[in-house]
């Protein structure tokens, strides 16, 4: 009997939705403003109501969310590739390769994340391009250790042994047998890891240290609305539930990962 899907996975996907198909359906933009209708509730024209400028939340959302998608996507992307590639060098080739590259592991470890965030954001103009070295220099060494960990353990296996006496040179195996057996589960690792870039990118976002003005993003809207809480609670309600239940989704989507539900 086939498996129903999780509700978790189904409000990821309807995110994805949302946020793929979301700015061809609306009607406003993001940053259009009507200053009469500045600071309202949720009504026909405006569903979700309007910030301090009269701008439409729905759309601000949709496209702060679609922001924090792809910044999450290509972040992700080079932790596990650079991570990934690094981690299973060190742990395969040991020695000098191995001790610098767990030595540089610590050293980022040593820093809490969001502070070598930025650290490194202080060095370079706001944008999305900043936002993407920070968000992946802080987050690829846990995919290195996990990588390290794992090669450690596979390169005393049979196949390995096996694959070095029939003359195999590092490069093939490192891509045909180490590489392949390392990347799935630090696909598992990287759900907790696209959470973690949200939250990060987020914050920075809600710090002042994201994409600038006009362009949407949630944090940037969690910043504003906090100026207006009394008078206008919908602005941080509505942002906070669209950013908890996708990062809910992906917690859950994590453990049925981890339990083998999935």
């Known amino acids: 009997m086939r498996k129903k899907m999780s509700f978790p996975v189904l409000l990821l996907l309807s995110w994805l939705l949302l946020t793929a198909a979301g700015p061809l359906a609306l009607s406003l933009h993001p940053s259009e403003i009507h200053l009469e209708r500045r600071l309202e509730g949720p009504s026909s024209g405006f569903p979700l109501g309007t910030d301090e400028l009269g701008r439409d939340l729905l759309s601000r959302i949709v496209f702060g969310s679609r922001l924090s998608l792809k910044l999450t996507i290509v972040s992700l992307s080079l932790s596990l590739l650079l991570g990934g590639l690094l981690g299973a060098l060190a742990g395969f080739k040991g020695g000098v390769a191995d001790l610098a590259i767990s030595r540089l592991i610590d050293l980022l470890l040593a820093l809490p994340g969001i502070l070598l965030a930025i650290l490194i954001l202080a060095f370079f103009?706001?944008?999305?391009?900043?936002?993407?070295?920070?968000?992946?220099?802080?987050?690829?060494?846990?995919?290195?250790?996990?990588?390290?960990?794992?090669?450690?353990?596979?390169?005393?296996?049979?196949?390995?042994?096996?694959?070095?006496?029939?003359?195999?040179?590092?490069?093939?195996?490192?891509?045909?047998?180490?590489?392949?057996?390392?990347?799935?589960?630090?696909?598992?690792?990287?759900?907790?890891?696209?959470?973690?870039?949200?939250?990060?990118?987020?914050?920075?976002?809600?710090?002042?240290?994201?994409?600038?003005?006009?362009?949407?993003?949630?944090?940037?809207?969690?910043?504003?609305?906090?100026?207006?809480?009394?008078?206008?609670?919908?602005?941080?309600?509505?942002?906070?539930?669209?950013?908890?239940?996708?990062?809910?989704?992906?917690?859950?989507?994590?453990?049925?990962?981890?339990?083998?539900?999935?």
């Open 125 to 262: 103009k706001r944008g999305e391009f900043s936002l993407v070295l920070a968000l992946t220099i802080s987050s690829w060494v846990g995919y290195a250790r996990t990588a390290r960990a794992m090669a450690r353990q596979l390169r005393d296996q049979s196949f390995m042994e096996a694959a070095c006496l029939s003359g195999g040179g590092f490069l093939f195996i490192f891509r045909k047998h180490l590489l392949p057996n390392i990347f799935p589960v630090l696909g598992a690792q990287a759900t907790i890891g696209a959470a973690s870039i949200i939250m990060a990118e987020s914050g920075l976002s809600f710090l002042g240290l994201g994409v600038p003005p006009p362009a949407p993003s949630l944090g940037g809207i969690l910043t504003n609305g906090c100026d207006y809480l009394l008078e206008a609670p919908h602005i941080i309600i509505f942002t906070s539930i669209s950013m908890l239940s996708v990062l809910w989704g992906l917690y859950k989507v994590a453990d049925d990962f981890r339990t083998m539900k999935v």
